[in-house]
């Protein structure tokens, strides 16, 4: 069995809407996404396990918004486990020059500090969850399409984080990407952002693998 769903552990997700999810409303504690989904999908696997879920996802945060809670929401907790899944935001409010924007350069500066804090602090386990874009628009015309060029550059930070602390990483846009060839992108997302149950399943699934494949 993987050494992520040990007995006795405590795993915290982390990230945005689409971690948060609800979480802090009718939802709680772990939102009706992927969250929810995923220890739901693990419970099933290993009932036997005792094992502790926090969701700490809140709609609208970037990295920037991370690094201001870092101390508070995720090292206070002390988990054992770790999933940060973040970048969306920031990609959007770079290329919309929006003000506090985070580009690819900051996006990485931030990621590095929460991730270095992280190792110094906890030394657990982490998985990072890439960000994705559920669209096939590259006709270069359109918002959709000036999102699709500039994510690689924010998915390339979190793939160059996970090489340097050493965590893994689930490569969802490339996920997304695959199923697209398959159906349309109402099939998952109303819009390309935020997805809908099967989506969140999708998501929940792949990060299960990943981390059951990690052994």
Known sequence: MSEWFEEDTTMLFIGDSITDCGRRGAEAPLGAGYVRAFTELATSRWPERNIR????????????????????????????????????????SSLRGAEGGVDPARFEQLYDEILDMTKSELGCPVVLVSPFYISKDTSGQTFRSQVLELLPQYIEVVSKMSDKYDTLMVPLHDVFQEQLAHRDADTFCPEPVHPNHAGHTIIAENILAVLTEAG
Do not use: M, Q, T
């Open 53 to 92: 879920w926090i969701n700490k996802g809140i709609g609208g945060n970037k990295v920037s918004d991370l690094r201001e809670r870092w101390v508070d929401d995720v090292l206070f907790h002390k988990p054992d486990r770790l999933s940060v899944k973040i970048g969306i935001n920031d990609l959007h």
